[in-house]
């Protein structure tokens, strides 16, 4: 059974960090693992991605150098360290395996967790 659950999120300041936690269970280490956003009325967008085969990593540019995706492959966390946030940054996070991570896209298996709310605000 496939297990997602997401913490770290909260409320801060712009240009404050936080550090998202993704605790998985249940598929194979082999599969990419991404981070991906969503807003009320929008939708959900990739962020970050790795590919647990390698450890490369890609960002999209809107969080490129400040957004950090890494994973504990023995804890089976994923984790975002996410720095100098802005307003825009505001939704709700998802961790999410994935086919693959690449510049070109990051598609999802299709299992969700509940997400973690940051909320970015003065």
């Known amino acids: 059974q496939v297990q997602l659950v997401e913490s770290g999120g909260g409320l801060v300041r712009p240009g404050e960090s936080l550090r998202l936690s993704c605790a998985t269970s249940?598929?194979?280490?082999?599969?990419?693992m991404g981070w991906y956003r969503q807003v009320p009325g929008k939708a959900r967008e990739r962020v970050s991605c790795i590919n647990n085969r390698d450890g490369s990593t890609y960002s999209v540019d809107s969080v490129k150098n400040r957004f950090f995706i890494s994973r504990d492959i023995a804890k089976g966390t994923l984790y975002l360290q996410m720095n100098d946030l802005k307003p825009e940054d505001t939704a709700v996070y998802h961790c999410?395996?994935?086919?693959?991570?690449?510049?070109?896209?990051?598609?999802?298996?299709?299992?969700w967790g509940q997400g973690t709310q940051v909320t970015v605000s003065s």
């Open positions: 249940g598929f194979s280490l082999d599969y990419a």
């Open positions: 999410a395996p994935a086919y693959y991570c690449s510049e070109t896209g990051t598609p999802p298996l299709g299992y």
